[in-house]
């Protein structure tokens, strides 16, 4: 069973192609990044998905049935949704929000101090939201989306303009709410924060899908080059002599970095740890936007 489902998805602003033979699917349980350049088509996907629009061809599937059409209210009573710029009544307190939400939604009070300590919102309950920050603003939005559970949770560049510690805050409770068995899908500059929190990518380019994948098979898809940090305590000559067999190596006093071919990754690592001066060592794999970029040249130059 999937929650999110597209196929075959193609369309257009008059002229222009925004999107092209799209099909991917999100399974419950998983948390998702779409990822891909200002234009790739990251928010019409959203749009879409919430049937705001329709497409010039294909299907799009939430929970099972068509965004558009007779099952329309069954469907928004098992989705919430965050926008990337949120516009809350200033006058109101943000507990008066959360309870005016939860009315409409069947939630309960218990449910309402639930989601507010996920997001780390409590402690403002009861100050008015145009004293909130920007990030406060967006954490009371994630809260109110996530009452009642939802199944499908959906936020289009839910973190941006937050400070780190608003960002980890907000990650975190998207990562809780699909290990609950939901499902989350959101769109995302700031690829860097999002690897531990996320279980999938769908990388979009010029309005397709150029990857869809595991983090794993994203971060294996180049096979770039890998950096191991290496610390030791007295370590020999002998020992660096060998080390540089795998990959240039620098060094300075007790830690050295070597970079080494993907292909002579566990090699090196097994030589490494099997030296007894060695007391620590780190591996330093290319960043998410690194192989982000690195893709997108070599489909450029395909």
């Given at each position: 069973m999937t929650n999110?489902?597209?196929?075959?998805?193609?369309?257009?602003?008059?002229?222009s192609t925004i999107l092209h033979d799209v099909s991917f699917s999100v399974?419950?349980?998983?948390?998702?990044?779409?990822?891909?350049?200002?234009?790739?088509?990251?928010?019409?996907?959203?749009?879409?998905?919430?049937?705001?629009?329709?497409?010039?061809?294909?299907?799009v599937e939430l929970c099972q049935f068509n965004p558009i059409g007779k099952h329309e209210k069954q469907i928004k009573k098992q989705?919430?949704?965050?926008?990337e710029s949120i516009n809350f009544q200033p006058n109101n307190t943000g507990l008066q929000l959360m309870q005016?939400?939860?009315?409409?939604?069947?939630?309960?009070?218990?449910?309402?101090?639930?989601?507010?300590?996920?997001?780390n919102i409590a402690f403002a309950q009861n100050k008015k939201i145009g004293a909130y920050s920007k990030g406060m603003k967006?954490?009371?939005?994630?809260?109110?989306?996530?009452?009642?559970d939802p199944k499908v949770l959906i936020l289009d560049e839910p973190a941006s303009g937050l400070d780190p510690d608003s960002r980890q805050i907000l990650y975190r409770s998207l990562q809780a709410h699909a290990k609950a068995g939901n499902t989350v899908m959101f769109s995302s500059h700031a690829l860097n924060d999002i690897e531990s929190y996320i279980d999938h990518i769908i990388l979009l380019n010029e309005g397709?899908?150029?990857?869809?994948?595991?983090?794993?098979?994203?971060?294996?898809?180049l096979k770039l080059p890998v950096m191991i940090e290496i610390q030791t305590t007295d370590a020999s000559v002998a020992f660096y002599t060998g080390l540089k067999k795998f990959g240039e190596v620098e060094y300075d006093?007790?830690?050295?970095?070597?970079?080494v071919d993907y292909s002579n990754k566990l090699p090196a690592l097994a030589y490494i740890s099997a030296n007894p001066s060695v007391t620590d060592l780190r591996l330093l794999d290319a960043s998410l936007e690194t192989i982000y970029h690195e893709l997108l040249k070599k489909e450029e130059n395909a």
């Open positions: 999110i489902s597209y196929k075959n998805i193609k369309f257009s602003y008059g002229q399974e419950p349980g998983m948390c998702c990044a779409l990822i891909g350049h200002n234009g790739a088509g990251k928010t019409t996907l959203i749009k879409l998905l919430l049937g705001m629009i329709k497409p010039n061809s294909g299907s989705i919430g949704f965050v926008p005016y939400v939860a009315k409409l939604k069947g939630a309960s009070a218990q449910d309402i101090q639930d989601k507010m300590e996920l997001t967006q954490r009371l939005g994630l809260a109110q989306a996530m009452l009642g397709g899908v150029l990857m869809d994948c595991s983090i794993a098979q994203y971060r294996d898809s006093e007790n830690i050295a970095h070597i970079t």
